[in-house]
């Protein structure tokens, strides 16, 4: 599974200090990795089910959208794991998710590889214009 936000990542987005002040569970001045990781790993294994229909997943190079909405993602996640997460930073992860829904469905698309078709199955009847005493 790839991870589509890294802590450079969640500076670059969030800010230094504000991302050590969050992640830092044992007040040693930096970031707890772990918490970070976890963060990571369950905002990919969101954007990869919503994705895998439409794309091959994991995507590589990670295109900017899905970074961004990695970052967001994991930064709910980080305040959620925390015990506190603010209005904004939880309408912020709802606007990513409502992003991620767009790229599903095709609303949106990214420029990335495609995901196999697959078999065409259906339980459906098939209708014609035939009738039963046609036939």
Known sequence: MAIYA?????????????VNQITDTDETGTPDPDL???AST????????????RYKVPLAPVPPLVRRIACELVWELIH???GN???AVH???ENARRL????????????????EAGPV??????ITTKTRMEW
């Open 6 to 18: 890294t802590l450079p990542d969640l500076y670059d987005r969030f800010g230094e200090d504000e």
């Open 36 to 38: 970070i990781k976890k």
């Open 42 to 53: 369950d905002a990919a294994s969101e954007i990869d089910a919503a994705l895998i229909a």
């Open 80 to 82: 959620l794991q925390q």
């Open 85 to 87: 997460c603010p209005k």
């Open 91 to 93: 309408e912020l992860a």
């Open 100 to 115: 991620l829904r767009d790229l599903a469905t095709g609303i949106l698309r990214l420029d990335v590889e495609a995901a």
């Open 121 to 126: 199955t259906s339980d459906a009847r098939i």
